[in-house]
């Protein structure tokens, strides 16, 4: 009776229920997702009513019986372009309550047509075209007892079971698996064992190499190291001290690779890009052997691997000749920062950066090429300011404009910086 009972709640967080007929206190509730698995039934209608408006109080019943339930946690998705209209009603016709930069994270609250419904920055009841927002994570209710949730996408090492009625955090799916979050690592369970929201089908489909962030290589050569490599699917914050509330020195990117000085159960001292700390060990594999050149990280190119590297400092204040990527950095310091990152050294100063790498024509730039403009006043030609492009006309700079204070991302085709352009340069191979 209580699995039954666990198990329905979280299923009534995840799906939507159509109320298609109705008798006096007892509706007729029916869903795609319970249609398959052969639940439908009758419910009592100020249950599903409930159900319906706010999917939260699901786990809260269950709370309330002190029974087992795995935390509801909600779908969010990420915006895939710059000064996107976030509006006040899913049509394109509807008033406009403020644009999002690119990399914003939203809570979504329901799929409406071409529309998501969302929650940002306190405010509910939102809405953004479907085509302007990724789904980043879902919710799956497991359906079978003693599941194997797997630690390797080849359904091999068991890390741990689930049981009936546990809700998994879902961030994409990979051949005949959904990939779940285990406490901060990427996990494989088989979709027949997981009824998923609707998002799933939406959500990130994973290639073998996204999730094999250490690829042995055979007749690997060179001196024989320890290192640790980064199996944080969100990236890994480097600390001063071996403490969970000792600042951040910096985030290392799922894949990232870090010389080890010494490691326990804990906490693995590391120098990571000239800077010594701490990692949570939990979240890294320690290799004694040849290290690799480079790690396969996801999201394909080189290029894209800096960009999305890049945007995780969406935010971060402009700091007159900083370069903490978290706690301030100027126009180049950004730039020089992120190139650092990815072992590309380039000259400190915007003007000294533009003799860096090749030159490349407006018309033929390409992601991760540089940009550069003469802020200075009449554009002379003089370079006084440094961005990184992105695609689609768009560049992300640090920008020490009162509007837009910090790491941000612009438009190229803004009257100010076609006004202000100069030259770029290619330094990615």
Avoid at 135 to 140: R, S
Avoid at 317 to 324: E, H, L, N, Q
Avoid at 362 to 371: H, I, N, T, Y
Wanted: overall charge negative; hydrophobic content about 40%.
């Amino acid at each position: 009776m209580y699995t039954v009972l666990v198990t329905f709640c979280n299923i009534c967080l995840i799906i939507d229920l159509d109320i298609f007929s109705s008798a006096g206190v007892i509706w007729q509730v029916q869903s795609p997702a319970v249609q398959d698995n052969h639940l439908t039934g009758w419910f009592l209608a100020w249950f599903m009513e409930v159900m319906m408006k706010l999917k939260f109080i699901a786990a809260g019943v269950l709370c309330a019986l002190a029974l087992p339930f795995t935390a509801y946690a909600q779908d969010t998705g990420q915006i895939n372009a710059d000064n996107v209209n976030i509006r006040d009603a899913g049509t394109t016709q509807s008033k406009v309550v403020f644009p999002l930069s690119s990399g914003a994270i939203v809570d979504i609250i329901a799929k409406e047509g071409d529309f998501y419904r969302i929650s940002t920055s306190g405010t509910s009841d939102l809405y953004v075209s479907a085509q302007y927002l990724n789904v980043l994570t879902t919710d799956g209710v497991v359906i079978s007892d003693n599941t194997p949730v797997y630690s390797k996408p080849d359904g091999s090492a068991v890390a741990k079971t689930a049981s009936v009625g546990d809700m998994l955090t879902i961030k994409g799916t990979y051949d005949n698996y959904y990939v779940v979050d285990n406490n901060g690592l990427y996990a494989f369970v088989d979709k027949a064992n997981i009824i998923a929201s609707d998002y799933a089908d939406s959500i990130r489909t994973f290639t073998l190499s996204d999730l094999s962030p250490v690829i042995p290589a055979a007749n690997a050569t060179g001196p024989i190291v320890t290192y640790a490599v980064v199996l944080s699917s969100d990236g890994l914050n480097l600390r001063s001290q071996p403490d969970a509330s000792s600042d951040v020195l910096t985030t290392l990117p799922y894949g990232a690779n870090a010389d080890v000085t010494s490691t326990n159960d804990s906490w693995t001292e590391v120098t990571y890009d000239g800077m010594d700390g701490f990692l949570s060990t939990d979240y890294l594999q320690v290799i004694t052997g040849p290290k690799p050149q480079e790690i396969t990280l996801p999201n394909g190119s080189r290029a894209d691997e800096i960009i999305a590297y890049a945007k995780k400092f969406l935010g971060t204040p402009y700091s007159w000749a900083g370069t903490d990527l978290n706690r301030g950095v100027d126009c180049s310091g950004f730039v020089y920062s992120v190139m650092k990152h990815f072992g590309i050294t380039l000259n400190r100063s915007s003007y000294d950066m533009a003799s860096n790498g090749t030159p490349v024509k407006k018309a033929d730039l390409q992601p991760g090429d540089l940009v550069f403009f003469d802020t200075s006043g009449v554009n002379n030609g003089h370079i006084s300011h440094v961005g990184m492009y992105i695609g689609n006309g768009q560049f992300i700079e640090s920008s020490s404009s009162k509007k837009t204070w910090g790491v941000t991302i612009s438009s190229l085709n803004s009257d100010y910086y076609q006004r202000t352009y100069v030259t770029a340069r290619r330094v990615i191979n």
